[in-house]
């Protein structure tokens, strides 16, 4: 279980530096507009879709490390009642194996929709970049964030001593 432990969080690095290489490049970009619609009236004709493939980037590249941290918004409306009842990992548990499994569904309909845009040969307007990368990346990113769910939940049930060492990645 250490080994696994050990590979996940070097796992976890990958996805957060690809969210800020698309940050630094979002950065870049974005001053390097301004100079040039500033200074020599002639801005980046790209880069509103630029901008907007990388914020799908720097999101969806972190999902599944802020889930795996317990990063996420959560509303603590029945946390007080599971506490009490001692059943505070039952509720992580459910909770992460039910978010996982509703996350299935939008992940297979992003990939059919990605199977779609390259089917179609759609490309963005003005750097021609094949949509189905984005819409690839975007897919791939939800399934790995249901697989990190599901397996946080189950280890919350099965094995909730692992979570008690601040073990996530």
Do not use: K
């Not at 974005?30 to 004709?45: C, E, G």
């Not at 317990?70 to 059943?87: E, K, T, Y």
């Not at 039952?90 to 569904?105: H, T």
Request: proline share 4%; aromatic share 8%.
């Amino acid at each position: 279980m250490e080994t696994l432990i050990r590979v996940a969080r070097g796992a976890s690095r990958v996805p957060v530096l690809t969210a800020c290489l698309a940050l630094f490049a979002l950065m870049g970009m974005t001053f390097a507009d301004v100079i040039l619609r500033s200074a020599f009236n002639a801005p980046i004709q790209a880069a509103t879709e630029l901008t907007r493939m990388l914020m799908a980037v720097m999101v969806f590249s972190c999902l599944p490390v802020i889930s795996a941290r317990g990063g996420h918004i959560a509303v603590d409306l029945f946390d007080g009642l599971f506490d009490r009842l001692h059943l505070h990992r039952v509720r992580e548990g459910a909770i992460n194996i039910a978010c996982g499994v509703m996350l299935v569904w939008p992940a297979a309909r992003v990939w059919m929709l990605a199977g779609r845009a390259r089917e179609y040969g759609d490309v963005t307007e003005y750097l021609r970049i094949p949509v189905f990368w984005i819409t690839g990346f975007i897919a791939v990113s939800a399934a790995v964030t249901a697989a990190v769910l599901v397996a946080l939940g189950l280890i919350a049930l099965f094995a909730p001593h692992h979570l008690d060492e601040d073990v996530a990645p």
